[in-house]
Antibody, heavy 122, light 105 residues
Framework: EVQLLESGGALVQPGGSLRLSCAAS????????LTWVRQVPGKGLEWVSS????????YYADSVKGRFTISRDNSRNTLYLEMNSLRVEDTALFYC???????????????WGQGTLVTVSS | DIQMTQSPSTLSASLGDRVTITCRAS??????LAWYQQKPGKAPDLLIY???SLESGVPSRFSGSGSGTEFTLTISSLQPDDYATYYC????????FGQGTKVEI
């Protein structure tokens, strides 16, 4: 069974930093691209960032480019999102998700974690 | 950037109704479209990929159609478990979600 478990969400002040983690199990981790999607409570879904299986290629939404960094440790089956210069508008539930097809990037997301809440407030 | 527009934003329907949700892309995305269902407090679930392919385990009352810029999600006979919010997503160029359609009683 595919499992994705996010952690690291917290209350942080504007301008602060935070690192999210997503521990994966139940599938060949390095074979799949992974992604972060966020959702403001009560609002819609927003793609944040994606990374290929080997970690060589990364992609970011314009809203986070230059502030967030996605990475992965394939030896630990863990995905990360380093978030710097956090803004109030970054407040959201952050999900990690798996791209559906092995070795593919441009596809849908077939498995999701339960999310971790990031609150940016003074 | 590709924008995705769903309609309606809210849909009131009764058990057994045939329900249709529309999603329009700001430019052609071929068939690079997915549909998700999200219930309160839960992560989204993939229903449809490649515009019309049913994800494993998803009931056959769900179907998707379309290509290019216009797509539809149809629920043939609404069941109690189907009351939820539905999102379309394009993955032709990066990833973009529609704003969601809430299906309520």
């Amino acid at each position: 069974e595919v499992q994705l478990l996010e952690s690291g969400g917290a209350l942080v002040q504007p301008g602060g930093s935070l690192r999210l983690s997503c521990a994966a199990s139940g599938f060949p981790f390095s074979s799949y691209a992974l992604t972060w999607v966020r959702q403001v409570p009560g609002k819609g879904l927003e793609w944040v960032s994606s990374i290929t299986g080997g970690g060589r290629s990364t992609y970011y939404a314009d809203s986070v480019k230059g502030r967030f960094t996605i990475s992965r440790d394939n030896s630990r089956n863990t995905l990360y999102l380093e978030m710097n210069s956090l803004r109030v508008e970054d407040t959201a539930l952050f999900y990690c998700a798996r791209v559906r097809v092995p070795a593919a990037l441009a596809d849908s997301f077939d498995s999701w974690g339960q999310g971790t809440l990031v609150t940016v407030s003074s | 950037d590709i924008q995705m527009t769903q309609s309606p934003s809210t849909l009131s329907a009764s058990l057994g109704d045939r329900v249709t949700i529309t999603c329009r892309a700001s430019q052609s995305i071929d068939n690079s479209l997915a549909w998700y269902q999200q219930k309160p407090g839960k992560a989204p679930d993939l229903l449809i990929y490649k515009a019309s392919s049913l994800e494993s385990g998803v009931p056959s009352r769900f179907s998707g159609s379309g290509s290019g810029t216009e797509f539809t999600l149809t629920i043939s006979s609404l069941q109690p478990d189907d009351y939820a919010t539905y999102y379309c997503q394009q993955y032709h160029s990066y990833w973009t979600f529609g704003q969601g359609t809430k299906v309520e009683i």
